[in-house]
């Protein structure tokens, strides 16, 4: 990927049990094979799409580096330490950043330039960089203790830019530090379709800007994927009116930019549904997996699963109800002797709007976070 000309993210559709998360698992296995930092975020009630400050959190949390096991910003911080050529590659970065990048950055990278840090100052500085709070003070003092003491305005900026410097710099360290850059990939993208209509329209909003889509900020070091049902499309953009109320309503607001975002958003989503839907398996691709599932099955219980007829195909049938199916018709037999047969029902989405599924973080209620 190449950092001067980020590409915009992709998406896939599926509905329950076809494999979307196994896929976002295998991207991420691509990814780090590529020398990629990988995150996978699961929107959930915690981690609300709508609530940028708490995917950052969440993103950096489940950050994997693909040759160490550290947390993620205490490796990378590690290796620049260790390497006068990759710290100067970020002072380079936060050089040509100018003011798009706070002073206080600058502040830190000055103590990470040094050879040692105030007792604990080094823990402080990794929490501020995944998303918590520092005291200026406590900056202060530590400068004060190598010889910084008033080079730096110490000032923070609003809560939404301090978010996507914060956003900026630990690219720039990432890729300082030696990796090829940061793949966000985000799961069950869904749960969206349960929040309430202003919530929903920011969710669509932030989900073109961590994409990358045409009109978004774009953040050189990211590249971005999701997972979505495959009725999204129907159930609620459609149903619900979406891509006219929602801009509407942001339009309102005053948010301009965000209602186009959203627009940009929904056809995303639209285009990802009709064109990057994992299909129901094939004949010959169940026999493949009838079979390979039985030889490990055998190997783990060293008892021999029956021959069975090829497998009934169906259009609504995923892969995970065969192998589920499978497994539980052999642990019947092995373990009781008796033949059985699943009968497999299909899932119904919940759409349903839930207030309390999309409640913003303290700081954004605090502050607007507008993109």
Not at 99 to 127: H, V
Not at 263 to 279: D, F, K
Not at 321 to 339: A, P, S
Request: charged share 25%.
């Amino acid at each position: 990927m190449d950092r001067r000309s980020p590409r915009p993210g992709l998406g896939l559709a599926g509905g329950f049990g076809t494999g979307k998360s196994h896929f976002l698992g295998y991207l991420a296995e691509v990814g780090r094979a590529q020398n990629f930092v990988v995150s996978r975020v699961v929107v959930s009630k915690e981690t609300p799409l709508s609530d940028p400050a708490r995917v950052f959190e969440a993103a950096v949390r489940a950050a994997t580096l693909p040759d160490r096991h550290d947390d993620a910003i205490t490796g990378a911080l590690t290796i620049l330490r260790q390497s006068r050529d990759k710290m100067a590659s970020l002072e380079t970065a936060v050089e040509q950043a100018g003011d798009a990048l706070a002073p206080i950055f600058s502040a830190l990278l000055f103590l990470l330039q040094r050879e040692t840090l105030p007792a604990g100052f080094a823990r402080q500085m990794e929490r501020f960089l995944a998303g918590g709070k520092i005291r200026p003070a406590d900056v202060r003092q530590a400068l004060a203790a190598v010889g910084g003491a008033r080079k730096f305005d110490l000032k923070l900026p609003t809560v939404a830019l301090l978010m996507e410097q914060r956003i900026q710099f630990l690219t720039a360290l990432l890729h300082a530090a030696g990796y090829a850059g940061w793949c966000l990939l985000f799961d069950e993208v869904e749960l969206i379709g349960r929040y309430t209509p202003l919530r929903r329209a920011l969710a669509y909003a932030w989900l073109a800007t961590w994409l990358g889509l045409e009109g978004a900020h774009a953040w050189p070091g990211i590249v971005a994927a999701y997972a979505i049902t495959d009725d999204f499309v129907t159930a609620v953009i459609d149903e619900r009116d979406d891509r006219n109320r929602l801009p509407d309503r942001l339009k309102l607001k005053e948010r301009h930019h965000e209602a186009r975002l959203a627009t940009v958003a929904m056809a995303h989503i639209a285009q990802t549904v009709r064109g990057h839907r994992l299909r129901v398996p094939g004949i010959d691709e169940l026999a493949r997996a009838s079979l390979r599932l039985s030889e490990l099955y055998r190997e783990a219980y060293d008892w021999e699963p029956p021959a069975s007829d090829a497998p009934e195909r169906t259009a609504t049938r995923t892969m995970r109800q065969y192998i589920k199916g499978w497994i539980t018709e052999w642990d019947m037999l092995r373990l009781t002797g008796n033949v059985t047969q699943t009968v497999a029902e299909e899932m119904t989405a919940n759409y349903a709007e839930d207030e309390s599924l999309s409640t913003p973080s303290e700081d954004a209620a605090d502050q607007d976070q507008r993109i």
